[in-house]
C-alpha cells in the first residue's frame, strides 16, 4: 500500500539557520511528489512538485528538494530559515497510474525562533 | 487570478441542524475534493468528483454528502452535524487525478 511518512512531528530551529524536513513514500512505481505549507487557519499551498528529471526541484519562497530515489525520499530545504516561514509542512505523494490516488503524510510543524 | 474560493470561511450551526458548505474555482479542473481536516493532523479526504463522477472514501459518515452542479462548484452537505464534525473543510482541485492539488482557504465549521 502506498503511505507518506514524515518522521519528525515538530522541528524549531533558530531564524537563518538551515531547514530540513524529511519524507519518505512507500510507492510501487514512480510516483509525483508534492511538498505543501499550511499557516493557521489558512488552506494548504503547493510549495514544489516533482513528476519526473531533474532530481533537485526549486519551488517558492526560497524552497527546494531532492528527490532520491533509492532512499524513496523527497526531503525539504531551506539555507536560510525566516521567521514567516513557521507552518505545517505536508509532503503528498500522487499517481495518476493509480486513479486519483493522492497521500498526504501526517505533517512537521515547524517553529522558528529569533 | 485562477483560483479556489470557499464560502463561508467561517459557520456555525447548531447541533444537528444541515448545513452546507460552499466551494467554487476558476481553474476549469477536472477533479475536486473535500477535505475534512481537524486540529494538527493531515488533511482527511471525505470525497471527490472526477468530472461528474462521485467518489466517496469507504469511511465517510453518511452524514456527508456532496453535489457538483457544474465544472466549477461543489457544495458539501453535512445532514445533521455532531460536535465530532466541528472541524476546517477544505476543498481543492486538480487537473486530472494524481496531480498537484490547489486548496482554497477552507471553512471553520462550529458546532454548538
Known amino acids: 500500500a502506498q503511505s507518506v511518512t514524515q518522521p519528525d512531528i515538530h522541528i524549531t530551529v533558530s531564524e537563518g539557520a538551515s531547514l530540513e524536513l524529511r519524507c519518505n513514500y512507500s510507492?510501487?512505481?514512480?510516483?509525483?511528489l508534492f511538498w505543501y505549507v499550511q499557516s493557521p487557519g489558512q488552506g494548504l499551498q503547493l510549495l514544489l512538485k516533482y513528476f519526473s528529471g531533474d532530481t533537485l526541484v526549486q519551488g517558492i519562497k526560497g524552497f527546494e528538494a531532492e528527490f532520491k530515489r533509492s532512499q524513496s525520499s523527497f526531503n525539504l530545504r531551506k539555507p536560510s530559515v525566516h521567521w514567516s516561514d513557521a507552518a505545517e509542512y505536508f509532503c503528498?505523494?500522487?499517481?495518476?497510474?493509480?486513479?486519483?490516488?493522492?497521500?498526504f503524510g501526517t505533517g512537521t510543524s515547524l517553529t522558528v525562533i529569533p | 487570478d485562477a483560483m479556489v474560493i470557499q464560502n463561508p470561511r467561517y459557520q456555525v450551526t447548531q447541533f444537528g441542524k444541515p448545513v452546507t458548505l460552499s466551494c467554487s474555482q476558476t481553474?476549469?479542473?477536472?477533479?475536486m475534493y473535500w477535505y475534512q481536516q481537524k486540529s494538527s493532523q493531515a488533511p482527511k479526504l471525505l470525497f471527490h468528483?472526477?468530472?461528474?463522477?462521485?467518489?466517496n472514501e469507504a469511511d465517510t459518515p453518511d452524514n456527508f454528502q456532496s453535489r457538483r452542479p457544474n465544472t466549477s462548484f461543489c457544495f458539501l452537505d453535512i445532514r445533521s452535524p455532531g460536535l465530532g464534525d466541528a472541524a476546517m473543510y477544505l476543498c481543492a482541485t486538480s487537473r486530472d487525478g494524481g496531480y498537484e492539488q490547489y486548496f482554497g482557504p477552507g471553512t471553520r465549521l462550529t458546532v454548538t
Open positions: 481553474l476549469n479542473h477536472n477533479v
Open positions: 503528498a505523494v500522487g499517481s495518476p497510474n493509480t486513479g486519483n490516488q493522492f497521500y
Open positions: 510507492y510501487g512505481a514512480t510516483p509525483y
Open positions: 468528483y472526477y468530472d461528474k463522477d462521485f467518489n
